[in-house]
């Protein structure tokens, strides 16, 4: 009797089966979108591309939905959130049989770049009408959930990918991908209705986690008071998040390990990447959103230099996990903060905007950062992206240690 209470208790802090089965679209989702990067070498090969127009295959992608992003927000705030989800897992699924059925390289061009637009319509939706289900005390465990489920997307989609592209062709790992997303759009739309939805009648009252409702309330005065906390969040996800796509190179550079050895190794950050996400949520439910965001902000520096610093060793392996955990805990614990200080009615805008702006500006950055490798070197680039990391997580402390408001 104990053991099925303590089971049912457990079950209850994660948010039950709604939170799973948002998990599971959130897998369905970024399994397709993340699948590009990993076929690329089958698709260069297969339609004899070279450097730039494989590039622009991954590219096209990041960049539009980065800016879809505030663009899904704006919508999602408008309609109802379960539509704007649906379509948004629609649109992924079927651009994703659009490239695998494409004869051309411009007609895969094209459906990456509609796939784009499609990708900003889900996760502002998605974790606003998610929001809506659970009160303020289980919301950081239910969005670190739900982040577990892209996380997992984006480990699984290369591997499931791989193993049929082997078997198939590369065509079929995107038309296969792509239906699992279609198959629950269905779902989304009769099961999910959104329980939040503006009411004008309850202006001025305060909701749990802080957010008031108001009948007409003020994009620009709820983004203020959460303005630099977002933004050092922002901040720390271009200096220390941009180098994360380099860090196979970079092990092979400076260590000289093997090429696919130091792929395998990058799965140690994905990893920690997976316990993080849960482990923001649930710190943050029980320490408070702001102390654990300082928390996972003022750690990457230091553990990005130990990177830096570090011989080749089990120790280094360590930090790769730690690393990737800290990583995800301030993903959960900031969008967990976002969505409790922002009104009903401008959650999907505000998340928008945060993940637009961490999105577009990880599109922009990476080639930046690429650019300076190639002029001095990527152990030298390594070292002073470090020392800024450092420098952020040094500024961190500073600003909560003079910021009274703690929530």
């Keep these: 009797m104990t053991e099925t209470k303590g089971r049912k208790t457990f079950l209850y802090q994660w948010g039950g089966s709604i939170a799973v089965f948002f998990t599971a679209i959130h897998f369905c989702h970024d399994i397709a979108t993340g699948l590009m990067s990993a076929m690329l070498p089958l698709v260069r090969k297969d339609l004899g591309l070279n450097y730039l127009d494989s590039s622009l295959l991954v590219a096209v992608y990041a960049i539009i939905s980065g800016g879809a992003q505030v663009l899904g927000g704006w919508l999602g705030d408008r309609a109802k959130r379960n539509v704007v989800v649906a379509i948004g897992l629609g649109g992924v699924g079927l651009t994703a049989l659009g490239v695998g059925l494409s004869p051309t390289y411009f007609t895969i061009l094209f459906f990456m770049s509609i796939m784009g637009i499609f990708g900003g319509f889900y996760h502002p939706s998605a974790t606003s009408l998610l929001t809506g289900y659970f009160d303020s005390r289980r919301r950081g465990s239910v969005i670190g959930l739900h982040l577990l489920g892209g996380t997992i997307g984006f480990t699984a989609g290369p591997v499931l990918g ?3 592209g082997a078997a198939l062709g590369w065509r079929y ?11 629950v759009v269905p ?18 009252e305060y909701v749990d986690g802080g957010a008031v409702r108001e009948e007409n309330p003020r994009l620009l005065a709820v983004i203020r008071p959460l303005l630099t906390i977002t933004l050092l969040a922002i901040l720390t996800h271009l200096i220390a998040g941009a180098s994360l796509a380099f860090v196979p190179l ?22 920690g990447g997976m316990f993080g996400s849960l482990f923001g949520g649930w710190l943050s439910d029980r320490w408070g959103r702001k102390s654990t965001v300082v928390m996972a902000l003022a750690s990457t520096g230091p553990l990005f230099y130990l990177i830096t610093w570090l011989p080749f060793n089990p120790l280094l392996m360590v930090v790769f996990v730690v690393f990737g955990a800290i990583m995800s805990t301030r993903q959960s614990a900031i969008q967990t903060l976002l969505m409790d200080r922002t009104p009903p009615q401008l959650r999907s805008m505000v998340y928008g905007i945060y993940f637009g702006l961490s999105q577009e500006g990880m599109s922009v950055t990476q080639p930046i950062v690429g650019q300076f ?15 800024g990391s450092i420098a952020l997580s040094v500024l961190v402390l500073f600003w909560a240690k003079m910021t009274k408001d703690n929530y």
Excluded: C, N, W
């Excluded at 790992?173 to 198959?183: C, D, K, M, N």
């Excluded at 779902?187 to 001025?204: A, H, L, Q």
């Excluded at 970079?250 to 990893?271: C, E, N, Q, S, T």
């Design 187 to 204: 779902i989304v739309i009769k099961r999910f209705t959104p329980r939040d939805e503006p009411d004008p009648t309850k202006k001025g």
């Design 173 to 183: 790992s995107f038309i296969v991908l792509g239906i699992p997303a279609l198959l």
């Design 250 to 271: 970079y092990l092979v550079d400076k260590h000289h390990v093997d090429p696919a050895y130091a792929a395998m190794l990058f799965a140690l950050i994905r990893g």
């Design 162 to 164: 791989g193993l049929i």
């Design 373 to 387: 490798m190639d002029l001095f070197g990527i152990v030298q680039v390594f070292h002073v992206l470090a020392l």
